[in-house]
């Protein structure tokens, strides 16, 4: 089978968050439980000069991906990735008991989104936003008769190699690595 002209993408399948470390290198791969929403606009702000009453040029100060991240339950690995912190473990079976600690002084990390797609047509579609940061709200609600869903905003910008995104359209699925 032929990869498709167009991908008919349906379904969120997986999510993943990479974060990465004070050198820029990616870490290990952690899994968004029951991802439910990835959401991607590139943006751009921009400038004008004007002047003899007209526009006369407009520049741009450089694109930026805005997102919006939403998976089901709550995973500590996945929240340290978002926003910091420190996660420690005490206790054994059957009382084992993992706390992530968030300081004052903790700041948010940059990580690698990456969200795989079913297509309707045959393979799938990833979305990578690369060097996210969250820089709106992170958290969820807890309420009587409702799951937790854990979310997050934020923007990407270019990494090293100044990779902002990538659509990736496969001809056969392909597990996110």
């Not at 004008?48 to 407009?58: I, K, M, Q």
Request: net charge negative; with cysteine; charged share 20%.
């Amino acid at each position: 089978m032929a990869l498709a002209a167009y991908s008919i993408p349906f379904g969120l399948r997986d999510v993943k968050i990479t974060p990465y470390d004070a050198a820029g290198t990616l870490g290990t791969a952690v899994d968004l439980p029951a991802g439910r929403t990835l959401s991607f606009a590139e943006a751009e702000d921009s400038e004008e000069l004007r002047g003899d009453d007209r526009v006369v040029a407009n520049h741009g100060n450089g694109p930026v991906v805005n997102w919006d991240l939403e998976g089901g339950g709550v995973s500590l690995e996945a929240m340290k990735v978002l926003t910091g912190g420190t996660i420690t473990s005490s206790g054994t079976t059957p009382n084992v008991k993992k706390t992530l600690a968030k300081l004052a002084t903790d700041v948010r990390p940059y990580f690698k989104i990456e969200g795989q797609v079913i297509g309707d047509n045959g393979g799938d579609l990833h979305c990578v936003i690369y060097k996210a940061k969250a820089v709106g709200d992170v958290g969820g609600d807890f309420t009587e008769g409702g799951f937790y869903l854990t979310g997050a905003s934020g923007t990407g910008i270019g990494d090293a190699t100044d990779k902002l995104w990538d659509y990736v359209h496969n001809e056969t699925a392909a597990a996110i690595v």
